[in-house]
């Protein structure tokens, strides 16, 4: 399909460990954003690029927490010296131009577990 | 900080039944999304609302944005067990980014 997808889907670190946690967005897809949702929360925002321009950063939890789009395509989200407060659902979505009213297509998310 | 509170926090009703969610904020939205999330996926949006009074129409899925845009709601009719699921509504502050409710847990009996 020509959805959004993320790998992997589900990924447990013991804590301390880093992870690497990656999206491909729908093709042609202008701007990317990435979203943490706790276990029976609402999705919130942690970063978002329009093509490799990172433009806010404002919801990365702490400087643990980087994300870089460097060909304005992929993305990867990292997390270096996981803790188990870090467990939670990642969400990437992708829209063709900016947000607003502009559509989001979010793919199925990577369930971090850190133990 | 934007809030976006959603209730009721879990509502479980018989199929055929009628229900209404809301989704609420002290700030005045640019535009407002409803979405359907289901256990494994991301959120599915539903529709957008941008004009303050606006009513759209799914299928049994009504919407309406508040006049003063600062909250929706969500009516469904004749309940179905396939409209199971997590229901989020998320707005647009006019700051590049979608700020999500706390969500509203649907499950239909049959």
């Known amino acids: 399909g020509a959805g959004v997808s993320q790998s992997p889907r589900y990924k447990v670190a013991k804590r301390g460990q880093d992870v690497a946690l990656r999206c491909d967005p729908i093709s042609g897809h202008v701007s990317l954003f990435w979203y943490q949702q706790a276990l029976g929360q609402g999705p919130e925002f942690l970063t978002y690029f329009q093509n490799e321009a990172q433009l806010d950063k404002s919801g990365l939890p702490s400087d643990r927490f980087f994300a870089e789009r460097p060909e304005g395509s992929v993305s990867t989200l990292k997390i270096q010296r996981t803790q188990q407060e870090d467990s939670a659902v990642y969400l990437c979505a992708s829209s063709l131009f900016s947000v607003g009213t502009d559509t989001q297509y979010f793919g199925p998310g990577t369930r971090l577990t850190v133990l | 900080t934007q809030l976006l509170e959603q209730s009721p926090q879990f509502l479980s009703i018989q199929e055929g039944e009628n229900l209404t969610v809301y989704c609420n904020s002290s700030s005045v939205f640019s535009s407002l999304q409803w979405y359907r999330q289901e256990p494994g996926e991301g959120p599915v949006l539903l529709v957008t609302?941008?004009?303050?009074?606006e009513v759209k129409k799914l299928k049994r899925l009504t919407f309406q944005f508040g006049d003063a845009r600062k909250d929706s709601s969500l009516h469904i009719t004749a309940a179905q067990p396939g409209d199971t699921g997590l229901y989020l509504c998320a707005g647009d502050f006019g700051n590049e980014k979608l700020t999500f409710g706390t969500g509203t847990r649907l499950t239909i009996i049959p």
């Open positions: 609302v941008v004009t303050g009074g």
